[in-house]
């Protein structure tokens, strides 16, 4: 599925639908609902596949930005009404095309045409589809010259004759009777909308009209983040990652061992419990004074005076004789890890405290941080839940989400590591890293050897080294600080639970 | 520093669009040395209105573009070393407050903070600037007029006690008619080229918030036009000049590029 239709409609239309994937495999049509626009999830064979899913959004967004009438399709008999389809396809392409000119590029290279001696509806239903779209484009079969004579008003092509719904559905109505003249089979049930871009027309009837499409609306799954709203369940809009494991005993790496499900993390209900954690004095940006700089704003009078003798003496003298002073550099990118399994429940009110304190000098100090946090429940099934993102403000919803966590479940180190990781350096600037806040060493359901988790999750931290992302760790608890050592080295600290 | 010695007035008239009454306002405003704050995103015109104004009052220009780094003694001036001893040099401030001329701080929220306070004296009843490393008081010339701009989506803000002493005209992208004028001006392009490339420009600002800080400028959308004026096909000048500037995100990208494609 391309990702970037969402961004292309806004900007063309300033309209959006929500897209959706039809999962069901054969699907090649996309269709419009009252849901929003869903799309298969791969182009048709036999057609430029980079462009397609352009041109199916686009045309879909034209009927949403031009077709407003639905047709009633009593008296209209089933050629009828495909003529109608194709005369509102193609007039909502010309509507567009006037504000777009680029997009008949787009379109044109689907319309390909059988010229034969003796076409069938279908091909002539093309060829009429190729001159509605391209006007310079001339067929010289009487059918496609009599329905192009009634779209346009003149020659060229630069005026629309097809107005109004009525004179639309005339139109239609005519060259309905002159295919039943020529004697040509139209068979309704096999007919599909042509090109193969365009969707099926179902939006321009009244829903009771439309095809039953109960197994595609079940089928459908919304695409991305926009479309999954806050009242659906987090479950649904959880991403599964597979990471690797090391086995030490082996010693080597378990392929897709674990499954790290990354989701938003849940805000707490209004309750007596949630408090907003309490705002700490933070110590002023720190300055620092540069002496013997080649610029600045005073001088450093014993570079001048130094300088001065120079001179005098006739040597050259050292042209850094000012002082300034700077801020001390940026912080860097930041990612505090929240442990949050069953045996931090005593300390979780600490960890929240540490972890939005941490995250409010970080961003005091121009740096950028976000709060994740994790659990496991055996390795199929290592939760990870943001309780900020990046680019997330440090604001009352974002406290809600801090104090909706929960201790439960089991610690699989190693996993959550590397999916922090995989997060992090994927973000620009020089100095990442990962903070972990943790009561102690991990363990899981599913593993009973002590040393193989911490063996893991050593393996995880030099990943992240030769990715330049640095790994450090808060300890809560000094009985795990010996074990938790040979993991991160020195970068473990000790955080005793009662800083407040 | 030298040629700041030699500000004049602008030779020539400075090509400027009206939007409204903004001219007239600022004249007011310099006929009774308020100073003015410009806010608008960039690109808009902020910087042309400027050159504008001070043609119009027959008044020299002193711009400084402000950065993270700029202290307050770039601003009004320091002691320089040469081969006679130290020097007191004036900074681009002092020397339009002693010489009568328009000083145009731009993009001021990026300044660092002492920067901004140095000047708090010149923009009240005072009209002064206390050199103190210079030991010197400085009274402003009476045709001395501050001017700031500033860009508000960034990610800084300007403090209430600095906002507090200007008089602020706010700059959004022109209306549409007027950019096409603009366009097709400062391109040399016919209107109905103009007009397709403002309607692009249009386009891309729907995406702000949206994957993007800001659209195409009125800038952007004339550089893309004088590209095209050099006889560049319009959507390799939209890519070059429009899509690719404005997003290094993949996704983005995709979808300016897209949307160029449409629309020519």
């Not at chain 1, 391309?2 to 309209?15: D, F, G």
């Not at chain 1, 999916?419 to 806040?437: D, E, K, P, S």
């Amino acid at each position: 599925m391309n990702p970037a239709l969402s961004p292309y409609l806004r900007s063309l239309w300033n309209i959006t639908p929500t897209l959706f994937d039809i999962t069901e495999p054969q699907a090649t049509r996309a269709f419009l609902s009252p849901l929003g626009l869903h799309l298969p999830l791969r182009a048709p064979a036999d057609v430029p596949q980079g462009s397609w899913f352009h041109a199916a959004a686009a045309h879909a967004a034209a009927h949403l930005v031009f077709s407003p009438h639905r047709f009633d399709p009593a008296g209209l008999r089933p050629v009828t009404q495909a003529l109608v389809g194709a005369l509102e396809d193609a007039r909502v392409e010309w509507l567009a095309c006037r504000e777009l000119p680029g997009l008949r590029r787009l379109w044109l290279p689907f319309h390909t045409v059988n010229l034969s001696d003796t076409p069938n509806f279908e091909d002539l239903l093309r060829r009429l589809a190729r001159c509605l779209l391209d006007p310079s484009h001339h067929d010289p079969h009487p059918w496609v010259v009599k329905g192009r004579q009634l779209f346009f008003v003149d020659d060229a092509g630069e005026m629309l004759a097809l107005r109004q719904p009525e004179a639309l559905r005339h139109a239609a109505s005519l060259l309905g009777n002159d295919i039943g003249q020529m004697r040509l089979q139209f068979n309704a049930r096999l007919y599909q909308v042509m090109p193969s871009y365009r969707d099926d027309n179902s939006c321009l009837w009244p829903a009771d009209e439309r095809r039953a499409d109960a197994e595609h609306e079940v089928a459908s799954t919304p695409q991305g983040g926009a479309a999954a709203g806050a009242e659906q369940p987090v479950a649904s809009a959880a991403q599964r990652h597979t990471y690797p494991e090391w086995d030490r005993l082996v010693p080597m790496y378990r392929p897709d061992w674990c499954a790290v499900h990354d989701a938003p993390a849940r805000a707490a209900n209004a309750s007596p419990a949630m408090r907003t954690p309490r705002a700490m004095p933070l110590p002023a940006q720190q300055r620092i004074r540069l002496m013997a700089q080649p610029d600045g704003d005073e001088f450093d009078l014993d570079a001048l005076v130094d300088a001065r003798i120079a001179l005098r003496s006739g040597n050259a003298a050292e042209p850094r004789v000012y002082r300034r002073t700077a801020s001390l550099p940026a912080t860097g990118t930041t990612l505090l890890l929240l442990d949050t399994s069953a045996s931090t429940a005593d300390l979780l009110p600490a960890m929240r405290d540490a972890a939005w304190r941490c995250a409010r000098a970080i961003e005091q100090r121009s740096g950028i941080c976000a709060i994740h946090s994790f659990c496991s429940d055996g390795r199929h099934a290592v939760h990870y839940e943001r309780v900020k993102d990046f680019d997330d403000a440090l604001d009352a919803p974002c406290i809600a989400r801090l104090m909706g966590l929960r201790s439960r479940l089991s610690t699989r180190l190693g996993a959550a590591l590397r999916h922090a990781t995989q997060l992090i350096a994927a973000r620009r600037g020089t100095l990442r890293r990962v903070l972990l806040l943790t009561d102690g060493k991990p363990h899981d359901v599913d593993v009973f050897d002590p040393r193989y988790l911490l063996a893991d999750a050593r393996q995880a931290v030099r990943e992240a080294a030769r990715r330049h992302v640095l790994v450090e760790c808060l300890c809560l608890d000094p009985q795990a600080l010996r074990s938790l050592r040979g993991v991160f080295g020195a970068g473990l600290r000790h955080l005793r639970a009662d800083t407040r | 520093m030298g040629s700041l010695m030699d500000a004049r007035p602008l030779a020539s008239e400075p090509y400027y669009h009206p939007a409204a009454d903004e001219c007239a306002l600022f004249e007011a405003a310099y006929a009774q040395r308020l100073p003015v704050l410009l806010k608008g995103p960039t690109g808009c015109g902020k910087t042309r209105f400027i050159e504008h104004m001070a043609w119009r009052l027959k008044r020299p220009l002193i711009t400084v573009a402000c950065n993270d780094d700029t202290s307050a003694a770039d601003l009004t001036g320091r002691w320089l070393l040469d081969a006679h001893g130290t020097r007191w040099q004036d900074g681009p401030l002092t020397l339009a407050a002693r010489s009568g001329a328009i000083c145009y701080l731009d993009e001021l929220v990026e300044a660092r903070a002492d920067t901004t306070v140095v000047m708090h004296p010149l923009t009240d009843t005072r009209r002064m600037l206390p050199l103190d490393k210079h030991n010197e008081l400085v009274h402003a010339h009476p045709d001395f007029l501050l001017v700031a701009s500033y860009n508000p989506g960034g990610h800084k803000e300007l403090k209430a006690s600095t906002r507090q002493r200007f008089c602020a005209l706010a700059f959004g992208y022109p209306a549409t008619e007027i950019e096409v004028a603009i366009v097709s001006h400062e391109a040399g392009l016919d209107m109905e080229m103009a007009a397709r490339l403002v309607a692009l420009g249009v386009r891309t600002r729907r995406l702000q918030g949206h994957g993007l800080d800001e659209g195409a400028s009125t800038r952007m959308l004339v550089h893309a036009g004088r590209l095209i004026r050099e006889g560049v096909p319009p959507i390799a000048a939209c890519r070059i000049a429009v899509a690719a500037p404005l997003s290094d995100d993949a996704e983005v990208s995709a979808a300016l590029l897209a949307t160029v494609d449409a629309s020519f």
